[in-house]
């Protein structure tokens, strides 16, 4: 940043200008200060600023301060200073807004992260139950398939004993013989 | 993390707990900044600052968010408008304070300063200077600040401050010629 100065000799002339004579300090809003900052003022409006600056000397330190603030980066600011703030809003203060019917059968998810947990576990829930169900029939109709098969296989190639004894004793009878 | 400029300020104004606190996120930062240098020639505490700061966020959201309501981002950027508000609210929580607690005598001079609401009248006459070129005059010999911080505060160029100031003095010159202010 420039250092540069003034000479003093001009210094010295404008302070022979300042007569000391109280005068009330002009209102300025908040927003007309900070678009004055920014510059975006029409002319005659900036110039009503710029007189209350040049007249007031808070208002002035105000504006340099402000000014200098804004065209630095700035440093992170404590955590508990954003904690404290963020306290003082919860999900109490959000106002519903009115829906129509229809929109009011579906879930708000704008309602806050609770509500959106809360909705997630019920569909979580519904397609355990579902998957159940359904792995429950699969298993059943399996368990059919399997019984199936093993009857018919077992028909071809290997007989239960008794089932058919009459014919093996017929024959162990007659070799004796 | 949210910037301020991508705040939704509907949503903001309307109380949703997820915005107010990207928005605090966001302007931390800056509400910080503004206090501690609005506060540095008081002699408070680290907690008096984060009392400050909180003030500055009840303020916000008070009465259902009634002065976040009355920003108007057609007229200045919310930084600058955070700023100011933070500024403000930041000198009448020192006041308060001091006169809560402080006996005068103890009060830094420069603390006494901000709260000098007389403003001075100049021995020159109407229409002579622009306010522009007055403001300008003020800051480089009341103020003592140097070009760069006077181009900064106006969003000028130094070159103008220069001129502006050349003109100025030459007309106050041509003005009082031969007859002493």
């Known amino acids: ?177 | 993390m949210t910037e301020l400029s991508q705040i939704d300020l509907r949503s903001l104004a309307a109380g949703h707990k997820r915005t107010w606190d990207a928005f605090v996120s966001a302007a931390s930062p800056l509400i910080n900044a503004v206090v501690r240098r609005s506060l540095s020639t008081y002699r408070l505490s680290e907690d008096d600052v984060m009392d400050a700061a909180q003030d500055v966020f009840v303020r916000l959201c008070a009465n259902d968010f009634r002065l976040l309501k009355t920003y108007d981002p057609a007229r200045a950027g919310l930084s600058t408008w955070l700023a100011v508000v933070a500024r403000s609210a930041a000198v009448d929580f020192a006041r308060r304070r001091r006169q809560a607690t402080a006996p005068i005598d103890e009060v830094p001079e420069a603390a006494l300063a901000v709260e000098d609401r007389h403003v001075e009248k100049l021995k020159i006459p109407d229409g002579l200077l622009t306010e522009r070129q007055t403001l300008i005059l003020k800051c480089l010999y009341d103020e003592e600040r140097d070009v760069a911080e006077v181009a900064q505060l106006l969003k000028i160029d130094a070159q103008t401050v220069r001129s502006t100031h050349h003109k100025a003095l030459l007309r106050l010159r041509e003005h009082f010629k031969g007859e002493p202010p």
């Open chain 1, 1 to 177: 940043m420039s250092t540069e100065r003034i000479p003093l000799d001009d210094k010295a002339l404008w302070r022979s200008f300042a007569t000391g004579q109280p005068v009330a300090p002009v209102a300025v809003s908040d927003m007309d200060f900070a678009a004055w900052l920014e510059g975006n003022l029409p002319e005659a409006e900036a110039a009503r600023i710029d007189a209350a600056v040049t007249a007031d000397p808070a208002l002035r330190q105000a504006a340099l301060e402000l000014a200098d603030i804004l065209g630095k980066p700035l440093p992170a600011a404590p955590a508990r200073m954003a904690v404290r703030a963020q306290a003082l809003v919860g999900f109490a203060a959000e106002r519903p807004v009115r829906k129509g019917w229809l929109a009011s059968l579906l879930p708000d998810f704008s309602q806050g992260l609770g509500f959106q947990r809360g909705a997630l576990a019920a569909t979580a829930v519904i397609v355990a139950a579902v998957g159940f169900m359904l792995g429950g029939g699969i298993s059943k109709q399996y368990q059919e398939a399997i019984y199936a098969s093993s009857q018919s296989s077992s028909s071809t190639a290997i007989r239960p004993l008794g089932s058919d004894t009459t014919g093996e004793l017929t024959d162990l009878f007659s070799d004796a013989t």
